[in-house]
């Protein structure tokens, strides 16, 4: 087998290439960068003698290794999230944790960064294991290149074993899943499998193949400036009129009150000032019906506040746009449950707890599930994805490497 060290340097590599994606972008790839660690694996693919293809205009990688029938894939995406910086991360490793708070940052003094087990109580359950962690000032992006090393030691292993039979594996690396456009221009037949994986989640056991319904929302509102000594019945002031909207929506309802299977509004990001105003929401819900009404309501504020303000105004000053991203995929994976179990009995076979529970959030599988490819999500090993308090568990993620490796063995 390849060595452990071998794949957490194969990681390390990886997340110190920034590949941030861009929301506000409309090309594919949204930002060039993610073609700097797509070029280095295509590279590496080929070095192993590996079939590989290299989508240069889109920034996709795929890859097949021949072996029996019936193709398994497994599908990671190179791109970080926009909402955390991804460049010049310097990671480094805590060996041997013993449930001490972190400090990943001393500067400023005033204020260091510091990952207190107060604040993530998960960080005690890895007690004796070795977390790859950052300075303080950047994400990890262990979400997703852990899976993407993982996927590349499975094919390591293989070319490096001849000897050992192994289904044909396919294996397709994504740009652009973090701003829910990662299988917007996905090859199926150039990935070549008919049913997959991501590795994509996080704590070790984790199999998941519900998921959120997702939208966005851009809440664009149009003001009017006028001077604050004459402002009485003649201003309106977008910055205030978006903190009205805001005010419509239920507290209850946003990411830091949920869990489980209950919905969200979450607000992610806002920028304005009297003459114009911009809000952006994802809204998210397993259940079909909830997430249609939750997007009806959104409807219906951003009515109530034009009628609020149409007679002052003379038009509308509010406009909202919601565009759908993707859909649970629940309902097409209840025909394709062998994947589950055999994920499963390969944990099992490796001392894994099997954990199956719904993700918060959505991954390029529930995409290419509609697409005909049934394609529930595994762990990694990662954690706090999103943030400069991201980390990955060494053991978990040579866990995971095992966990491939033996989904793929004949």
Known sequence: MITNTALIERLLRYVKIDTQSDEEA??????????DLARLLYKEFCDMGVSAHYDTQHCYVYAKLPGNEPAIGFVAHMDTSPACSGRDVRPRIVENYQGQNIVLS??????PVVMRTSDFPELLSHIGEDLIVTDGTT????????????????????????????????AAF??????GRGTENFDTEAFGAKQAYT???????????????????????????????????AMINAALVGMEFIALL?????????????????????????????????????????????????????????????????????????KDQYYNMAIPMKD???????????????????????IRGGTDGAALTYRGIPCPNLCTGGYNFHGRCEYASVQEIEKCAELLILLAAV
């Open 26 to 35: 409309v090309s594919q790839p949204s930002t060039q960068k993610q073609h």
């Open 106 to 111: 001393e500067q400023p003094a005033a204020a």
């Open 139 to 170: 994400l990890l992006g262990s979400d997703d290149k852990s899976g993407v090393a993982e996927i590349m030691n499975l094919f390591e292993y293989y070319t490096s074993h001849p000897e050992i039979p192994h289904c044909t594996i396919c």
């Open 174 to 179: 994504t740009p652009d899943e973090e701003i």
């Open 199 to 233: 590795v994509d989640g996080g704590k070790l056991g984790e199999i998941e193949y519900e998921c959120f319904n997702a939208a966005s929302a851009a809440v664009e509102i149009t003001g009017r400036s006028v001077h604050p000594g004459d402002a009485k019945n």
């Open 250 to 322: 239920p507290p209850s309802d946003r990411p830091e009150h949920t869990e489980g299977y209950e919905g969200f509004y979450h607000l992610t990001g806002m920028e304005g000032d009297v003459e114009r105003a911009v809000l952006k929401y994802i809204v998210r819900d397993h259940d079909s019906a909830k997430f249609a009404a939750r997007k009806e309501f959104l409807l219906r504020s951003a009515a109530f506040i034009n009628d609020k303000y149409r007679a002052l105004a003379g038009t509308d000053v509010l406009r909202i746009t919601i």
């Open 336 to 358: 394709h449950m062998e994947l589950i179990t055999d994920a499963q009995k390969a944990m099992r076979q490796l001392g894994i707890t099997p954990i199956v529970q719904p």
